[in-house]
């Protein structure tokens, strides 16, 4: 039976594993090794790591932090935040990780992916396009944690991507994250019919049934959430978890 890949995407702010709303709001959640620990029992897919301050404060993600989580981690994972060089991708991927996420500079230098897909393989550079609504502009693609809205529709800058050679999309909704009301099906079907690399959703998953509908409805490859794994329930009691595979039908 075909199943997406189940993807948890954890945040990180001060090495601390925090969790947002609508990019705001962050709530310290815990140790990030022992979600990745915990996430190792259940038999996560993949992981995503995500330090939402790395760009803003010009810096990179931690490379001690991305080593330690290649000692732990039995599954394959990705990191971003702060990724602006060749040398800051080689050095993420000599750390241990499989892939890397870049948002705030594809955004700024779109042609980096090109470049950077042509050093490292396509299959290791993943571009995560924030998107929220600009007032009399309709959606637009943000970098710099939702913070700085770019001049392109999360289609245009989704499809530059992809000609650039970008491996893969995370298409997140800013609007959606952490509200654990369901993706934003609209937005995720929109980039995966007008792209041909995988699209993995993120944003606003609240209940397995959201990830079924990313895929059946938003046609996404791959499901990804935050709140979901981090949280017991909606009443956002901290627990870190995954579901069984055989709690998932997508047939």
Same mark, same amino acid.
């Given at each position: 039976m075909f199943r997406p890949r189940i993807i948890p995407v954890l945040l990180l702010k001060d090495l601390a594993l925090v969790k947002s709303v609508r990019f705001k709001k962050y709530k310290y959640i815990g140790d990030p090794i022992n979600a990745v620990r915990i996430l190792n029992d259940l038999k996560a897919d993949e992981l995503v790591f995500l330090d939402i301050e790395a760009s803003r404060n010009r810096k990179l993600i931690s490379l001690d932090f991305v080593k330690n989580v290649g000692e732990e981690a *039995?599954?394959? /994972? *990705? +990191?971003?935040?702060?990724v602006s060089s060749m040398e800051d991708i080689k050095?993420?991927? *000599?750390?241990?990780?499989?892939? +890397? +996420?870049?948002?705030?500079?594809?955004?700024?230098?779109?042609? /980096?992916?090109?470049k950077a897909s042509q050093a490292f393989g396509s299959s290791t550079i993943v571009v995560c396009i924030d998107v929220k609504t600009k007032l009399f502009k309709g959606l637009r693609a943000f970098i710099l944690n939702g913070t700085t809205p770019m001049p392109y529709t999360p289609v245009s800058f989704a499809q530059l991507m992809e000609r650039n050679g970008a491996g893969e999309l995370i298409v997140q909704s800013i609007e959606r994250d952490g509200t654990m009301e369901g993706y934003d099906l609209e937005l995720i079907r929109s980039i995966s019919t007008a792209v041909d690399i995988p699209v993995v959703a993120l944003g606003g998953v609240g209940c397995k049934e959201d990830l079924v509908k990313g895929y059946r409805d938003g046609r996404a490859n791959a499901l990804a959430a935050g709140s979901l794994f981090v949280y017991q329930d909606k009443s956002r009691g901290v627990l870190i978890n995954y579901p069984e595979k055989k709690e998932l039908s997508f047939e």
């Amino acid at each position: 039976m075909f199943r997406p890949r189940i993807i948890p995407v954890l945040l990180l702010k001060d090495l601390a594993l925090v969790k947002s709303v609508r990019f705001k709001k962050y709530k310290y959640i815990g140790d990030p090794i022992n979600a990745v620990r915990i996430l190792n029992d259940l038999k996560a897919d993949e992981l995503v790591f995500l330090d939402i301050e790395a760009s803003r404060n010009r810096k990179l993600i931690s490379l001690d932090f991305v080593k330690n989580v290649g000692e732990e981690a *039995s599954m394959p /994972f *990705s +990191v971003g935040g702060g990724v602006s060089s060749m040398e800051d991708i080689k050095a993420i991927l *000599s750390a241990g990780a499989e892939k +890397v +996420v870049i948002n705030t500079h594809a955004g700024r230098d779109p042609d /980096f992916i090109r470049k950077a897909s042509q050093a490292f393989g396509s299959s290791t550079i993943v571009v995560c396009i924030d998107v929220k609504t600009k007032l009399f502009k309709g959606l637009r693609a943000f970098i710099l944690n939702g913070t700085t809205p770019m001049p392109y529709t999360p289609v245009s800058f989704a499809q530059l991507m992809e000609r650039n050679g970008a491996g893969e999309l995370i298409v997140q909704s800013i609007e959606r994250d952490g509200t654990m009301e369901g993706y934003d099906l609209e937005l995720i079907r929109s980039i995966s019919t007008a792209v041909d690399i995988p699209v993995v959703a993120l944003g606003g998953v609240g209940c397995k049934e959201d990830l079924v509908k990313g895929y059946r409805d938003g046609r996404a490859n791959a499901l990804a959430a935050g709140s979901l794994f981090v949280y017991q329930d909606k009443s956002r009691g901290v627990l870190i978890n995954y579901p069984e595979k055989k709690e998932l039908s997508f047939e």
